[in-house]
T-cell receptor, first 112, second 112 residues
Framework: SQTIHQWPATLVQPVGSPLSLECTVEGTSNPNLYWYRQAAGRGLQLLFY??????ISSEVPQNLSASRPQDRQFILSSKKLLLSDSGFYLCAWSVVQINEQFFGPGTRLTVL | AQTVTQSQPEMSVQEAETVTLSCTYDTSENNYYLFWYKQPPSRQMILVIRQEAYKQQNATENRFSVNFQKAAKSFSLKISDSQLGDTAMYFC?????????FGKGTRLSVIA
């Protein structure tokens, strides 16, 4: 069966520090991968999605970036965090874009 | 652009009763998928039910069922015999050939 992992589960970082959140999927090949952000009490905002290694589409211009160095690995990064980057970050995967997405457990990021 | 609207920010229901959550969407496409996701306090996003637009029969999954009205672009979720564990945020989502589009969510509280 397929599983999706995210780490860390919780992160507290100072403003201006770098960020690296990792997401990996097991049990499937060539998945579509997604990064979402959810502010407190609000809906999901799609940040990036990838249909293959090295292929990244950005939905919202900001100081975050994403990379896909391996087929089942998706990384969300920032060189300098802002206060507004605080939120709950969710990684998701799907077999093909038309199908449902399955979500990881999420990372709670607090920028102080 | 596709949009998804959930007009009920919050709802409550007595345990064992039935509740219906509303969702409308806007698209010019004919083939698409619709989903309901549940996000409990743990914040894990869990797929509740899916509906293919080409299927006239409403999807059911145990106590969860949908009322899919394609002409009206409506996709409501009915939860029967509500349980305390159903307390969560519920998100309606749409997908065609673009990544998932989510509504802003409905916070459901099941009261003992």
């Amino acid at each position: 069966s397929q599983t999706i992992h995210q780490w860390p589960a919780t992160l507290v970082q100072p403003v201006g520090s770098p960020l690296s959140l990792e997401c990996t999927v097991e049990g499937t090949s060539n998945p579509n991968l997604y990064w979402y952000r959810q502010a407190a009490g609000r809906g999901l905002q799609l940040l990036f999605y990838s249909v293959g290694i090295g292929q990244i589409s950005s939905e919202v211009p900001q100081n975050l970036s994403a990379s896909r160095p391996q087929d089942r690995q998706f990384i969300l990064s920032s060189k300098k965090l802002l206060l507004s980057d605080s939120g709950f970050y969710l990684c998701a995967w799907s077999v093909v874009q038309i199908n449902e997405q399955f979500f990881g457990p999420g990372t709670r990021l607090t920028v102080l | 652009a596709q949009t998804v609207t959930q007009s009920q920010p919050e709802m409550s229901v007595q345990e064992a009763e039935t509740v219906t959550l509303s969702c409308t969407y806007d698209t010019s496409e004919n083939n698409y998928y619709l989903f309901w996701y549940k996000q409990p306090p743990s914040r894990q996003m869990i797929l509740v039910i899916r509906q293919e637009a080409y299927k006239q029969q409403n999807a059911t999954e145990n106590r969860f069922s949908v009322n899919f009205q394609k002409a009206a672009k409506s996709f409501s979720l009915k939860i029967s015999d509500s349980q305390l564990g159903d307390t969560a945020m519920y998100f309606c989502a749409f997908i065609n050939n673009t990544p998932l589009v989510f509504g802003k969510g409905t916070r459901l509280s099941v009261i003992a």
